[in-house]
């Protein structure tokens, strides 16, 4: 595709990542029990540092 650079597919990669943090609290605000939720949300925040996903926050 003209005009999206691998800059431009890393960046929504990487938010892609950041929206997957709505998975875990979904599931907790849901009732689902922290056994299943808390390890979703350990792997999603070590990508989110590998990432450096924050960047895009600021």
Known sequence: ???YD????????RLSV???I???VWQ???NIP???WWNNLE???LAVDDL??????G
């Open 52 to 57: 450096d996903c924050r960047e895009l926050l």
């Open 22 to 24: 709505t998975t875990p």
């Open 1 to 3: 595709m003209r005009g």
């Open 6 to 13: 691998r800059r431009a597919l890393n960046d929504d990669y």
């Open 28 to 30: 907790e605000a849901n």
């Open 18 to 20: 950041l929206w997957q």
């Open 34 to 36: 922290p056994v299943i």
């Open 43 to 45: 792997r999603i925040m």
